[in-house]
């Protein structure tokens, strides 16, 4: 039997590049795994060319093993195609570009118990950091996560969370409830005397807040809440609640309050398929202040949340090794737009 010559080149090593370079081995290893003791510049340039001329990568689970942890840093987010997600990871990435660090993305789909797989799972990789961007969830399927963090942590991995943290864990918050309260007075300082709350269900921090503070802001003003319908954070969660609202008598005049942008987004979409307007019969607020909800028509009135700068401070807190943990909220700006017109 004739054996046909295989083409494919094995991958160079660093022992390849040590020998081409001309160069001792520990000096490659320098230059090429980003050792903090200095190179001669001349030896530099020769690795460097070297690594270039044989097509050399790093590996970088050799890399994790030997010092620990990974460049790298991994955000767990709930959904990645909802923009709130894509906005806030943007910011991230952008501080990660200037860390030297690579972001890795995983999907929770708000399913704790998917959570604490995905933390064991990301523990063997060991990255540098871990960003807990999804809302946090109460309940028996969250119990196993305080084990994982504290398993990651004492691997020499930094755990951030988005929103309230234990003391032990770096955290960084956007003002949820403040935000809320000041949308729910300001909707009523515009002439709406009752309101509908669509949020998430219930044990799902970010939604809780923002319900408990959009009912104070817009009843200590003197308006009154409906109902409060519990879904979900997508677009369809939003449609769904609206259309079955809508079975009922929705006086015009009202105002329904989605706790996100895409939740009023669905909302907006119900409002108009069952055949009324947004805006001068039935308006709609959202929060965040995602891209889309300026573009639609009319646009969507909400709380501004700096989404960019969120995700910019979590890497920070990710990577710096001094931290204010007494840093406020980062604080949220009530927009009007044309789904909230002024009532008589």
Do not use: C
Not at 158 to 165: E, N, S, T
């Amino acid at each position: 039997m004739t054996r046909t010559p295989s083409t494919a080149r094995s991958a160079a090593t660093l022992h390849d590049v040590a020998r081409e370079a001309g160069v001792s081995l520990a000096t490659a290893s320098r230059v090429l795994n980003g050792s903090t003791r200095k190179v001669a510049e001349s030896y530099r340039e020769k690795v460097e060319a070297a690594a270039e001329r044989l097509g050399y990568t790093a590996n970088l689970s050799a890399q994790a093993t030997a010092r620990g942890t990974s460049a790298v840093v991994a955000l767990l987010v709930a959904d990645i195609a909802d923009p709130y997600f894509g906005q806030l990871a943007s910011g991230v990435a952008r501080g990660a570009d200037e860390a030297g660090l690579v972001v890795t993305i995983a999907i929770t789909e708000r399913d704790p118990a998917r959570e604490v797989s995905l933390v064991r799972a990301l523990r063997g990789q060991r990255p540098r950091g871990l960003i807990l961007a999804a809302s946090r969830t109460t309940g028996p399927d969250a119990a196993g996560l305080d084990p994982e963090l504290e398993a990651f942590r004492g691997m020499g991995g930094r755990v951030v969370m988005l929103g309230p943290a234990p003391d032990s864990i770096r955290s960084v918050a956007v003002d949820n409830r403040g935000g809320a309260r000041a949308l729910g007075a300001r909707l009523r300082q515009l002439g709406y005397r009752e309101a509908v709350i669509v949020g998430a269900r219930e044990g799902i921090q970010t939604s809780d807040d923002r319900i408990a503070g959009f009912t104070h802001g817009f009843t200590g003003a003197g308006g009154r809440i409906r109902s409060v319908v519990r879904g979900g954070f997508t677009r369809d969660a939003g449609y769904a609640a609206t259309e079955a609202l809508l079975h009922d008598e929705v006086p015009p005049g009202t105002v329904i309050f989605g706790i996100s942008d895409v939740v009023a987004i669905g909302v907006m979409s119900a409002v108009r398929d069952a055949g009324r307007e947004v805006g001068a019969d039935i308006a709609v607020a959202g929060f965040d202040d995602i891209a889309t909800g300026r573009d639609i028509r009319p646009g969507l009135t909400t709380a501004h949340v700096p989404l960019d700068e969120l995700g910019y401070r979590a890497l920070h807190a990710t990577v710096d090794e001094e931290w204010d943990a007494s840093q406020p909220p980062l604080p949220v700006e009530v927009v009007v737009r044309g789904s909230t017109p002024p009532r008589p």
